[in-house]
C-alpha cells in the first residue's frame, strides 16, 4: 500500500540549504526581503508542512521570481474579502492555504463571537471559475469541523443570492468564492456577516486577527457531513424565495422590449432570465456565444467578463442590431454587476452606445423615485444611498424627488449595506455605486445585477412605449440637473515595487498634491485617512474634516461639481483616480455643446493627473 511521503523536516540538511539559498537571493537582489520572510515562515514552521516540499522544488530549479510573486506579501483583506492570483503556494497566492486560513480565521471568530450560546450555521455559495467548487467543499470541511452547520447553494449561484440567504436562513455568516470580474486567473473569498453584509468593523479586524494567527486549519469529511445533515444543499429553496423578494420589488407597466441578456459565462442566467421571466418580460434572449459557464471566459474580448468595459458589448450589439433588440444587458461572473447598451435612438438598426456605471446609477435612480413617487412611497424619512466617488447626478436627483441621499461613503457595498440598516431598511429606495452596483428592496444586503437587470428592462420598455431612447432620457436628465460627465482613471503598480511605488504616491498628493488640474485650480484636499481639508493657496490651512476613515484623498476645483478622488484598489494592484466633471443646467441645454466641453475638460485632466502620477513615483 502506498503512501504520501513524510516532508522534509524543517531542520534537515536539504530545508538548511534552501535557507541559505534564498539569504543569498535577497543579497543578489533576485528576491525582495518580505518574501524572503514569508518563505522562511513556510519552511520552518510546522502549520506549512504539507507545502515545504513544494517550496523547496521551487528553490530547487531556481523559480525566484515566481517565488518572489507569490511570497512578497501576504495576501489581504481588501474591500470584496480576500481575492487574488491562484497558485499551489505562497501567502500572497490564493491556494488552499490563504483560502482555508480564511475559513478558519472566520470559523473560529464566530464560535468565539457567540461563546456557544447557540446553534450556528454558515451558508455558502460559489461561481464558475477554476477551483470554486473546490475552495467550497474546503470552507464547508472547515466549518462543519468548527461546529458550524453549513447550508450549501451547490451549483453556480449569484453572490447576492447568498447574501439573501445568509439573511433568510438566519444565518451568522456566509462564504461567497468568487473573483467577481477579474482575470480568469484569479478567484477569492467574500466573507458575510450575519446581516447579509461583507464583514465590517468590528468584525473584519478580528477575522484578520485570527486569519493571521491561524496555525492549525481543521477539516471534516465532506462527504461525511452531508451524509449526517451537517452540510445541508438548500439550492432550489433558495432559488424559490431569492425570486420571490427580488420579483416583490418590480413596477407595474409596459413589459413589450425585446431583450438580450448575456451571463459573460458567469452564474447570472439562473438569476436574471427567472427573474425577468417572473415580471412580465416574454421576449429574453440569452447570447449565446457568452452562455456556456466557464472560468476562462473564452468568447470575451480580453478573457475579462466585466460589465464596465464596453469591449464586452461589441458582438452582442452586432446581432442586436441586426435583430431588432430593444436593450442588451450583461452582468459580470457572480452577477452583482450590470452593464447595459442601447440604441441612440428608437430606430435599433441604428448606432448603439453602452452606459458607464455612473450613468446606469443616475438613470435607474431617476426610474425608482419617480415610481416611488407615484405609487405615494416617497417620505421625510425615505433615502438613497451612493459612495463618495459615485455621481453626484444622484444626489441631485434625489433632491429633486424630495428624497434624502446618504452619499458620505467609502468605496465598497458593504458600506451601503450598513447605511440602510443604520438609516432603516423600510425607509431605502435605492443604493449604488459606480462600478455599476445597484440593488432595491431590503431582501439583499450587496449590489444585485439580477433586480438591477429587471429595473432596466422596466425602464427601457416603459421609454420604448413613449417612443424615447434611453440616451434621450438620460440627456434629459443632465438638461435638468446640469451634464456630469465621469471617468475612471486605472494606474496599474504590481509587486511589490507597485506597492512601494503607490504608498509613494498617495503620499505626495497628501504633502504636495498639484494646485491645478486640466487649467482648474485645485481649492482643498480632502484627506479621508487624516481627516482634514486643506486649503490650497498661499495661506495654506487645514480643518477636521467629518466622514468615514479610509484611504482616500478627493480633490476639490474651484468650479462646484469638477473634482478628482483617488484611492488604492481594495481588490487589484492598482491606483484609480475618479475624475468628476459637471456644468450647470443652464449650460447644458446644447447637449452636444455641454459634451464637447467636458470631454476637452476631461482629457486635460487626465494628461495633468497621469503627467503627477508618473512623476511622483520616479
Known amino acids: 500500500m502506498s503512501t504520501t511521503p513524510e516532508p522534509a523536516a524543517p531542520d534537515s540538511p536539504r530545508v538548511l540549504t534552501a535557507l541559505a539559498q534564498v539569504e543569498q537571493a535577497v543579497k543578489d537582489e533576485r528576491i525582495t526581503a518580505g518574501a524572503a520572510e514569508n518563505i522562511r515562515c513556510w519552511l520552518t514552521e510546522e502549520r506549512y508542512r504539507d507545502y515545504r516540499d513544494n517550496v523547496l522544488r521551487h528553490i530547487d530549479e531556481e523559480q525566484w521570481q515566481k517565488l518572489d510573486d507569490v511570497f512578497w506579501t501576504i495576501i489581504p483583506f481588501g474591500t470584496g474579502g480576500r481575492r487574488g492570483r491562484m497558485y499551489e503556494i505562497g501567502s500572497n497566492a490564493i491556494n488552499d492555504r490563504t483560502i482555508g486560513e480564511s475559513a478558519q480565521g472566520l470559523a473560529d471568530y464566530v464560535v468565539s463571537y457567540h461563546g456557544g450560546k447557540k446553534p450556528l450555521s454558515c451558508a455558502i455559495a460559489y461561481d464558475t471559475r477554476h477551483r470554486s467548487r473546490h475552495f467550497t467543499e474546503l470552507c464547508a470541511e472547515i466549518m462543519v469541523a468548527a461546529g458550524i452547520k453549513v447550508y450549501l447553494l451547490d451549483d453556480y449561484r449569484a453572490t447576492p443570492q447568498l447574501s439573501f440567504a445568509v439573511r433568510h436562513l438566519g444565518c451568522d455568516c456566509g462564504i461567497m468564492v468568487t473573483a467577481s470580474h477579474n482575470p480568469p486567473s484569479d478567484n477569492a473569498v467574500k466573507v458575510y456577516w450575519s446581516s447579509g453584509a461583507q464583514v465590517l468593523p468590528p468584525h473584519d479586524k478580528a477575522i484578520i486577527d485570527n486569519v493571521m494567527s491561524c496555525q492549525e486549519i481543521k477539516r471534516a469529511s465532506f462527504e461525511q457531513a452531508v451524509q449526517d445533515g451537517k452540510i445541508e444543499v438548500v439550492t432550489e429553496k433558495i432559488d424559490a424565495a431569492f425570486l420571490d423578494a427580488a420579483a416583490g420589488c418590480s413596477s407595474p407597466g409596459p413589459r413589450d422590449v425585446k431583450i438580450l441578456y448575456s451571463p459573460l459565462h458567469g452564474v447570472g442566467e439562473a438569476a436574471v432570465v427567472p427573474l425577468l421571466q417572473r415580471d412580465g418580460f416574454k421576449n429574453v434572449t440569452v447570447y449565446e456565444p457568452h452562455r456556456q459557464p466557464s472560468g476562462d471566459f473564452p468568447n470575451v474580448p480580453g478573457h475579462v467578463s466585466n460589465?464596465?468595459?464596453?469591449?464586452?458589448?461589441?458582438?452582442?450589439?452586432?446581432?442586436?442590431?441586426?435583430?431588432?433588440?430593444?436593450?442588451?444587458?450583461?452582468?459580470?461572473?457572480?452577477?452583482?454587476?450590470?452593464?447595459?447598451?442601447?440604441?441612440?435612438?428608437?430606430?435599433?438598426?441604428?448606432?448603439?452606445?453602452?452606459?458607464?456605471?455612473?450613468?446606469?446609477?443616475?438613470?435607474?435612480?431617476?426610474?425608482?423615485?419617480?415610481?416611488?413617487?407615484?405609487?405615494?412611497?416617497?417620505?421625510?424619512?425615505?433615502?438613497?444611498?451612493?459612495?463618495?466617488?459615485?455621481?453626484?447626478?444622484?444626489?441631485?436627483?434625489?433632491?429633486?424627488?424630495?428624497?434624502?441621499?446618504?452619499?458620505?461613503?467609502?468605496?465598497?457595498?458593504?458600506?451601503?449595506?450598513?447605511?440602510?440598516?443604520?438609516?432603516?431598511?423600510?425607509?431605502?429606495?435605492?443604493?449604488?455605486?459606480?462600478?455599476?452596483?445597484?440593488?432595491?428592496?431590503?431582501?439583499?444586503?450587496?449590489?444585485?445585477?439580477?433586480?438591477?437587470?429587471?429595473?432596466?428592462?422596466?425602464?427601457?420598455?416603459?421609454?420604448?412605449?413613449?417612443?424615447?431612447?434611453?440616451?434621450?432620457?438620460?440627456?434629459?436628465?443632465?438638461?435638468?440637473?446640469?451634464?456630469?460627465?465621469?471617468?475612471?482613471?486605472?494606474?496599474?503598480?504590481?509587486?511589490?515595487?507597485?506597492?512601494?511605488?503607490?504608498?509613494?504616491?498617495?503620499?505626495?498628493?497628501?504633502?504636495?498634491?498639484?494646485?491645478?488640474?486640466?487649467?482648474?485650480?485645485?481649492?482643498?484636499?480632502?484627506?479621508?485617512?487624516?481627516?482634514?481639508?486643506?486649503?490650497?493657496?498661499?495661506?495654506?490651512?487645514?480643518?477636521?474634516?467629518?466622514?468615514?476613515?479610509?484611504?482616500?484623498?478627493?480633490?476639490?476645483?474651484?468650479?462646484?461639481?469638477?473634482?478628482?478622488?483617488?484611492?488604492p484598489s481594495g481588490t487589484e494592484p492598482k491606483v484609480k483616480f475618479y475624475v468628476f466633471t459637471r456644468l450647470e443646467a443652464a449650460e447644458s441645454q446644447d447637449l452636444a455643446s455641454a459634451s464637447t466641453k467636458l470631454a476637452d475638460r476631461m482629457r486635460a485632466i487626465e494628461n495633468d493627473v497621469r503627467d503627477f502620477a508618473r512623476v511622483s513615483v520616479t
Open 307 to 567: 460589465p464596465e468595459n464596453s469591449a464586452v458589448f461589441e458582438k452582442p450589439i452586432e446581432q442586436a442590431r441586426a435583430e431588432g433588440f430593444d436593450l442588451v444587458m450583461a452582468t459580470d461572473p457572480d452577477c452583482d454587476r450590470l452593464g447595459i447598451a442601447a440604441p441612440k435612438t428608437t430606430d435599433t438598426a441604428g448606432e448603439w452606445g453602452t452606459f458607464t456605471g455612473n450613468q446606469i446609477a443616475a438613470l435607474l435612480a431617476n426610474y425608482v423615485l419617480d415610481k416611488a413617487a407615484e405609487a405615494g412611497k416617497i417620505t421625510d424619512r425615505s433615502y438613497v444611498v451612493k459612495t463618495l466617488v459615485t455621481t453626484e447626478l444622484v444626489r441631485r436627483i434625489a433632491a429633486a424627488h424630495n428624497a434624502r441621499c446618504v452619499g458620505d461613503l467609502l468605496v465598497g457595498y458593504k458600506y451601503i449595506a450598513e447605511a440602510m440598516d443604520r438609516e432603516g431598511p423600510a425607509d431605502f429606495l435605492y443604493g449604488c455605486e459606480e462600478s455599476h452596483g445597484y440593488l432595491v428592496g431590503s431582501y439583499a444586503r450587496d449590489k444585485d445585477g439580477a433586480v438591477a437587470c429587471m429595473l432596466a428592462s422596466e425602464l427601457a420598455a416603459e421609454l420604448k412605449a413613449k417612443g424615447q431612447s434611453m440616451h434621450d432620457y438620460l440627456g434629459e436628465l443632465y438638461q435638468r440637473h446640469g451634464y456630469h460627465s465621469e471617468h475612471l482613471i486605472n494606474v496599474f503598480m504590481e509587486g511589490s515595487e507597485g506597492m512601494a511605488a503607490m504608498k509613494t504616491l498617495m503620499k505626495t498628493f497628501r504633502e504636495a498634491p498639484p494646485t491645478s488640474l486640466g487649467g482648474m485650480k485645485v481649492k482643498q484636499v480632502r484627506d479621508y485617512q487624516n481627516q482634514t481639508v486643506t486649503t490650497i493657496g498661499e495661506s495654506s490651512e487645514s480643518s477636521p474634516l467629518e466622514g468615514p476613515v479610509g484611504n482616500l484623498i478627493i480633490m476639490d476645483m474651484e468650479d462646484e461639481g469638477n473634482y478628482v478622488a483617488v484611492r
